[in-house]
Each structure stands twice: as structure tokens, then as C-alpha cells.
């Protein structure tokens, strides 16, 4: 499944790999991808292993505020 | 305390919380020492500042290091301990503080830059009313079905992509196509998802839905754009990726060599290239959202960058500079008698005209010729067109009808011949004046008499000058234009709309190797097309630009810039923003790089310390980010045009 977030907080381009390191050793996130230009968090993942709220959770623990979006 | 528990919870809300706690115990330290002469205070509210804001920087250079990445926010805390340690108790304060709040600011204004996609999406409408079983049911908008009917309110959004099969009204379709002035829409007329419906009740037939909409579509473009690198970002990338790893390098030759901790300590500092990894970003991210807010797609910041540097144009004439439907535009009366109950005076000539293009349409009303359309649409405003008795086609000649025992012929010299006509020398040389304006002329014959000449051709878009007008203002030299009919109805074309090289007749193939000559003379080419026949020529061209992209998913997908709407000035309109956008990186970039120089100096000489340090990055930053959101400036209220230079 592929699920997209959306934050509003990144700043600074040097938290791309933090985050992207963060959701991909979860177990059930097969790919992570964050676009800093538009804020834009694109994940694959088995939603029973890693659900949604975990994506979001993740996210938040690196120090970052980020919402499930439709597209 | 539940409140305070979420609060906690949200990194947001909590960052700004420490940054309100942190700038607060620093202003009753400063109000301590200089007003209460009390500095035994002091020392401690700055510690406790530094402790305070410094925990959240803590925080997160810990995770990252969990994740084997020594983050900015390792050199900060590295910093801020070091400072504590050596009694510098402000500076502690200070960068901690300026660095929290800077990243606040900075994620504050960047926000701004990136929600003007957000306005596109929030566009997106919510809800859709569908006739099911003859009642009207609310569901969302992508639960809608293919084919089904969706009934749209005035004041409200339209659900889906679909065609109109019922009622009228205006809709403001700016979110699409960047224009201001409402579509009109009647039966048959295309709507899209995320428009405005605005007078009367619509009843649309769902055609694109929920991701398969143009609005989708849109968004979906404009952020893979923003998100793809220009050749200025990759470039400084390279140049980022190696400089935070110097700094920390440096800082620990500062120790061995100088034993200068405070010198050590202030290069840790400094040591986040942010003003630089954020100058293009910034400026691209705002183009492209201010361009796509106008109507014009650019597919990346590398097409973005080509185009600002565009120094020659190629545009094709059919359906980009022309309308691309043929039109009346002459209509010559040969015999005034026609007229029944003539009166005298311009009336007569306007009802012989009348009368003309009455019999031609006829016996063109059977025919799906386009040039018979011409016709027919050019006398729909008189009376309405009763339908021929006997119709009969001449292929390549014309066609001839019989209507209440009325013989009726319109077409070439050669119809008329088979038909049996005499044509007038008069007529022969109205066939040929048009013909040398490079219009098709036909011929009308009534009972055996030629009445008139009509004269049909493909229409200059009116804004066609103006457009390059603009384009000549802005300082393009060299505008060609390129098309596969002759080089008669070319030259005319050329001629109205002010062009002065024009390449008639030629094939896709030929379109392609004038583009690929321009750009052996050192020419970075546009070429603006209607996106399918001009293929090879869009692909070779530096930039390729499709008009009228709205509802055609294969111009939004393959062009470089595809232009929403059929508007010729939205190509200078394109062409001056990526100018600026262009400029706006490179200001970003110049500023950028002279901070870094002159803190690494201010540093090195021992001019700048920690706090000073500090405040100059995260200005600098600000500085980047505000230069880039001058490009977000609506400036319809200014012509385009004329802030060009002359």
C-alpha cells in the first residue's frame, strides 16, 4: 500500500535522510521517500505491519509534524 | 493538563513552547544585569535558557545519531555544552534560542511558499450530489461513477470532469486555467473538477473522477515539478555535502593547532549550510507554484532554468497562432438584385450578404466539410437554415442543392464549369484577390447565375500582436514561425501578426531540422505547439510548450510548460517569470555563498563569535526565503509587459 503525509515543518534539507532512515527501519515500510521542496512523504508499506498511525508516530519521534493526505 | 499533555506530544507545539520559554528566561537575565544590576542572576537564567531550548536540540541530534547521521542539530548541542562548560553562559543562550526560533521562522515562511499548492488543493471539492434511481443521493466525490449524472448547485463546486448535458451558467475556472473572466457553459461544453459553478443549476455527466481528474492531474504535476532538481540545486548539493564535514574538520584544527575552544566551538556554529541547500529550493518552489496558480505548468525546475534562458521561439501557425477553425471573412455580392424588398442605403448591402451566405449555407448544410461549417456558422445569425431537397458533393469542388425549385452551387471554378456557369470576370478576380490573401475562396451560384465570393480562412488569435509585442519588449530576437500549409495563407498569418520569418509548407521532419538549426546557431529554442503533430518538433526544441492543455492529459504530461488555456500572452508571461525565477536563484545563490565566505572569515580573524555567528546564519537563511517569496508577489495588477525593460 502506498500511503502519502504531508508536513508543514521541514525547514532544512538535512532532515530528509533522517526521516526517510526512520520509517525504513520499521518492519512493513518496504520504501520511504520525503520531497523536501514540497513537504511531501511518500511511503510503501503493508498496512497491517506498519500502520498509518505509526507512519505518523515515526515521523513525529524524529521531531517532526506530519498528516495523512488524500493526494 | 491534558491540553499540556498533547501540546508535549505535537514536535510543533512543543518546539515552540521551549523557543517562548528559552527567549523568555533571556530577556529576564538582560533585565536582570542591565536594569537590576543583578548578575548573579544572569548566569543562571542564560543556562537555564540554554538548557531549555537546547533540550529539544538535544533531543533530536540523538535520534539522528541513532541513525548513524551526525545531524546540525550534533554541532549545536556539541556547541552549546562546550559554552556551558567554558562559562560563555549568553552565547550558550543565544545560539540555542536563535536556533530554534530561526527554524520556526524559517518552516513558518516556507509553509507560506508551499501552500500556494495548498490552495489548489483545498480547491478540491468535498462533496457531490448524483442522480441514482431518480433521487438525489450525496456521496463523495470519488465515489462517483463513470457515466453517471451529477447535479451541481450554483455557489458550489464541480465534482467531477464531465460534459454539461443540461441547464447553463458561468463558471469560474481560474483554479484550472489561471483566467479570471467565468467560462459560459451550456449543454455539450466540458467542465472540470474544482471550478466554481456560479449562476444557474448544471446537470454534468461524470467523465474524469477523483485522481483521474485535471485538477489531480495538476497538482500531481506541479509537485513532481517542484520536487525535481534543477541543475543550480545538484550543483550546490555537491558543494553542501562536503562543507559540513570541513567546518568539522576545521573546527578540530582549531583545537590541536590554535587551542582555541571558543574558536572551535563558534565553526560548529556555523557549521549547517542552510542558506545555501534552501536558495534554489525555495526560488523553484515558488515559481512553479506562482506559474501553476497562473494557468502555466513548468514539468521542473531544469525546464524552468532552459526557459529563463530561451533566446529564440518557434510557433506554429495552426491552432496556436490561429484558431484553428476556418472562418468566413469576406463575402463579395456580385448580383444586388437578390435582395427581395431591398430598401436602399448599407441595409441593402448587409441584407445581400445575408442573402449570399442564406444560399450558400443551404447547400452546405449537408456537408461535414469544415469549410461548409464555416459557412454554415457564418450565416447561423441570420434566419435559420432550412434543410436542401437534393443534395449532391463534388469531391475537391464543391457541392450543389436544390431548395424550393432553386438551384444552388457553391464551390470552385471547375463546379461551376461542370455545372454549367458562366463565371464573370468579376468573380475571377475576386477568387484571386482572396487567394492571394491567402484565403480559400468559393463560389456561389444561384438559378445559373454566380451571386457571390466568399472567402474563408483559419482566424489570427486577436491577442497574436500584443503577444509579440511583448515578446520583442522582453528582448527575444529571434521568433520564427513554422507551419506545413503554403506560403501564401502562411505569409498572411505572418504578416497580421507581425512576424518577419516564416517557413511554409513543411513537414514534421522539416519543423524538427529548423529547430535543430536554431540551436546550431547557439539559440537555446521554444518551440509552442499544440502538442500532437508538432511532437518531434516540441521533443527537439530546449523547451517545449502545448496550448489549451486543460482536459488533454497528454500536453500536461509530455510538455515542458503546457499553457492551460488557448491565451497567446500567457508564453511572454511564462518566459518572464522563469526570468525571474532564474534571477531569484541566482540572488539566493550570491547571497548565500558571500555568508559563508565572510562568516568563515568573520570566524578565522576572531570577529565573529557564537551568538554573532548564529544570528547571521539563520538570518541569512530568512533572507534566502524572503528573496524567494517575492516571486509568490501577484503582479496581475500590473500589465506584464510593461515592466519590461524597453
Not at chain 1, 526517510?20 to 511518500?42: P, S
Not at chain 2, 450525496?138 to 464531465?162: A, Q, R, Y
Not at chain 2, 467560462?183 to 473522477?209: C, D, F, H, R
Not at chain 2, 464549369?417 to 491567402?438: F, N, S, Y
Amino acid at each position: 500500500m502506498k500511503t502519502l503525509l504531508r508536513s508543514q515543518d521541514l525547514s532544512c534539507p538535512s532532515c530528509v535522510a533522517k526521516i526517510e532512515n526512520a520509517l525504513q527501519k520499521l518492519d512493513g515500510v518496504t520504501n520511504a521517500k520525503v520531497h523536501f521542496n514540497t513537504g511531501r512523504i511518500e511511503i510503501e508499506h503493508d498496512p497491517d505491519a506498519a500502520p498509518t498511525a505509526k507512519l505518523v508516530q515515526t515521523v513525529r519521534e524524529t521531531g517532526y509534524e506530519a498528516a495523512v493526505a488524500a493526494f | 493538563m491534558k491540553q499540556l499533555q498533547t501540546w508535549w506530544q505535537s514536535p510543533k507545539q512543543r518546539r515552540q513552547l521551549l523557543t517562548a520559554i528559552s527567549g523568555l528566561l533571556i530577556l529576564l537575565a538582560l533585565v536582570g544585569k542591565y536594569l537590576l544590576n543583578q548578575t548573579n542572576w544572569h548566569n543562571g537564567l542564560m543556562a537555564a535558557a540554554a538548557l531549555t531550548a537546547g533540550s529539544d536540540i538535544a533531543l533530536r541530534a540523538w535520534h539522528s545519531l541513532r541513525q548513524r547521521h551526525i545531524s546540525i542539530e550534533l554541532l549545536v548541542t556539541i556547541a552549546t555544552v562546550g559554552a556551558l562548560v567554558i562559562g560563555e553562559y549568553w552565547e550558550a543562550a543565544a545560539v540555542t534560542f536563535l536556533f530554534l526560533f530561526g527554524a520556526y521562522l524559517e518552516a513558518r515562511t516556507l509553509g507560506q511558499t508551499r501552500r500556494i499548492l495548498q490552495g489548489l488543493l483545498e480547491l478540491a471539492p468535498t462533496t457531490a450530489i448524483v442522480l441514482r434511481d431518480g433521487r438525489q443521493t450525496e456521496v463523495m466525490p470519488h465515489e462517483v461513477l463513470p457515466g453517471e449524472m451529477v447535479l451541481v448547485k450554483p455557489g458550489t463546486k464541480i465534482p467531477v470532469d464531465g460534459e454539461v448535458v443540461d441547464g447553463r451558467s458561468a463558471v469560474d475556472e481560474s483554479a484550472i486555467t489561471g483566467e479570471s473572466i467565468p467560462a459560459e457553459k451550456v449543454s455539450g461544453t466540458a467542465v472540470y473538477a474544482g471550478t466554481v459553478n456560479q449562476a444557474g443549476l448544471l446537470k454534468v455527466k461524470a467523465i474524469g473522477i477523483g485522481a483521474d481528474t485535471t485538477l489531480a492531474r495538476i497538482i500531481r504535476r506541479v509537485e513532481e515539478a517542484q520536487e525535481e532538481k534543477a541543475p543550480t540545486q545538484r550543483f550546490i548539493e555537491r558543494f553542501a555535502r562536503w562543507y559540513t564535514p570541513f567546518i568539522i574538520l576545521l573546527s578540530g584544527a582549531a583545537i590541536l593547532v590554535t587551542r582555541d575552544l571558543d574558536l572551535a566551538l563558534t565553526l560548529l556554529v556555523i557549521g549547517c549550510p542552510g542558506a545555501l541547500v534552501i536558495s534554489t529550493p525555495v526560488s523553484i518552489v515558488a515559481g512553479i507554484g506562482r506559474a501553476a496558480k497562473r494557468g502555466i505548468l513548468i514539468k521542473g525546475g531544469e525546464y524552468l532554468e532552459n526557459a529563463g534562458k530561451i533566446s529564440a521561439l518557434a510557433l506554429d501557425k495552426t491552432g496556436t497562432l490561429t484558431v484553428g477553425q476556418p472562418a468566413v471573412t469576406d463575402v463579395v455580392v456580385l448580383q444586388t438584385a437578390v435582395a427581395a424588398g431591398a430598401n436602399g442605403g448599407t441595409d441593402v448591402m448587409e441584407r445581400d450578404k445575408e442573402q449570399v451566405l442564406y444560399w450558400a449555407a443551404i447547400a452546405e448544410a449537408g456537408s461535414e466539410h469544415p469549410l461548409a461549417q464555416a459557412i454554415v456558422a457564418a450565416a447561423d445569425s441570420a434566419d435559420p437554415i432550412p434543410v436542401a431537397d437534393e443534395f449532391e458533393t463534388f469531391t475537391g469542388q464543391g457541392v450543389h442543392a436544390t431548395y424550393l425549385g432553386h438551384e444552388i452551387g457553391v464551390g470552385t471554378t471547375d463546379l461551376m464549369a461542370d455545372l454549367g456557369i458562366a463565371v464573370p470576370t468579376t468573380a475571377q478576380r475576386h477568387l484571386e484577390k482572396q487567394q492571394t490573401e491567402g484565403k480559400t475562396a468559393v463560389l456561389v451560384a444561384l438559378d445559373g447565375l454566380v451571386i457571390g465570393v466568399l472567402g474563408i480562412a483559419d482566424q489570427l488569435r486577436p491577442t497574436a500582436p500584443e503577444m509579440m509585442r511583448r515578446l520583442q519588449a522582453a528582448g527575444l530576437k529571434k521568433i520564427v514561425m513554422l507551419t506545413g500549409d503554403n506560403a501564401r495563407t502562411a505569409q498572411a498569418i505572418a504578416d497580421a501578426a507581425g512576424i518577419h520569418d516564416v517557413h511554409a509548407g513543411l513537414l514534421p521532419e522539416d519543423k524538427l531540422n529548423i529547430i535543430r538549426q536554431l540551436q546550431a546557431e547557439g539559440h537555446v529554442v521554444a518551440m509552442v505547439g499544440d502538442g500532437i503533430n508538432d511532437a518531434p518538433a516540441l521533443a527537439t526544441a530546449d523547451i517545449g510548450i502545448a496550448m489549451g492543455a486543460a482536459g488533454t492529459d497528454v500536453a500536461i504530461e509530455t510538455a515542458d510548460i503546457a499553457l492551460m488555456t488557448d491565451d497567446l500572452l500567457k508564453i511572454p508571461e511564462a518566459l518572464q517569470l522563469s526570468r525571474a525565477t532564474l534571477n531569484n536563484i541566482r540572488q539566493n545563490v550570491v547571497i548565500a555563498l558571500v555568508t559563508v565566505a565572510l562568516l568563515l572569515t568573520g570566524v578565522l580573524l576572531g570577529k565573529v563569535h557564537m551568538a554573532g555567528g548564529m544570528l547571521i546564519h539563520e538570518a541569512s537563511v530568512m533572507i534566502v526565503i524572503l528573496n524567494g517569496m517575492r516571486l509568490l508577489r501577484t503582479r496581475e495588477e500590473i500589465e506584464p509587459g510593461s515592466s519590461l525593460p524597453r
